[in-house]
């Protein structure tokens, strides 16, 4: 496995570079990478759950580090690994995104009182048995308090009808009780080809393409993915739904 990673981190350099390169923008490249070295240089804690400020190109592979559970690697175009999922088995119902030191940046549980529509709850950090104090505290004095509520809602798209065209895949709530949605997921997740739109303006935040790569004859397949994440968004919160994507269309 620690050869096929190693692999991977080469891969998401070339490609990286071969991508400036068909593209021919000189001077785009020059503010990318002055991007991307101060995105480096900062530390790792920080870097996650941060808005970047100039395109983020990450590579997905869905698979875990850890040998004995499935799960996700996130690596940088330099081959820095970002973001890791290790408790990824079956149908979960809590999945922890965490940097690359192992450290929780987000947690996602499943929402039970929406009955048959699939939806998810995203929390700061790793929340574990302070959620149930968050319930009995109704204060909302606590600093704990505030910080382990939900900031993000997501629900499936649920077509009722046979012939239904529509290809929105999910939409994100800033609120469970919100009835105009943050952002919405269009695309298919199956292909790897999905975009995260802004529920307003309909531009485009974050989206996620294959990588059509062979190395040493064997493609990556949908296993291995880039995710774009453009200025203004959060590649942590974007990587969140990747995951919830994974969930609820795998």
Not at 67 to 74: I, K, L, P, Q, Y
Not at 124 to 150: A, V
Request: net charge neutral; charged share 25%.
């Amino acid at each position: 496995m620690m050869k096929r990673f190693l692999s991977l981190k080469s891969l998401s350099r070339t490609v990286h570079i071969n991508d400036h390169e068909e593209h021919g923008q000189d001077q785009d490249d020059d503010h990318d990478h002055q991007c991307q070295r101060k995105y480096d240089d900062d530390d790792q804690k920080d870097v996650v759950g941060r808005v970047a400020n100039c395109t983020t190109s990450l590579t997905v592979w869905r698979k875990s580090l850890v040998m004995s559970c499935n799960g996700f690697t996130v690596i940088d175009s330099h081959g820095n690994l970002i973001y890791r999922v290790d408790n990824y088995i079956g149908r979960p119902e809590e999945i922890i995104l965490m940097d690359g030191s192992g450290s929780s940046v987000l947690t996602m549980r499943r929402h039970k009182k929406l009955g048959l529509v699939d939806s998810w709850l995203v929390y700061e950090g790793e929340i574990g048995d302070h959620l149930q104090y968050c319930k009995l505290n109704t204060s909302g004095s606590s600093r704990s308090s505030r910080s382990k509520r939900p900031i993000f809602c997501i629900r499936k798209n649920i077509n009722l009808l046979i012939n239904a065209k529509s290809n929105v895949l999910a939409y994100v709530y800033r609120d469970t009780s919100d009835k105009s949605c943050a952002y919405v997921i269009e695309g298919s997740y199956t292909h790897r080809s999905c975009k995260v739109l802004d529920g307003c303006t309909k531009k485009v935040l974050a989206e996620t393409r294959r990588k059509e790569e062979i190395v040493g004859g064997v493609s990556y397949g949908v296993e291995v993915f880039h995710l774009i994440v453009h200025p203004g968004f959060d590649p942590g919160f974007a990587m969140a739904l990747v995951l919830l994507l994974d969930q609820m269309f795998s």
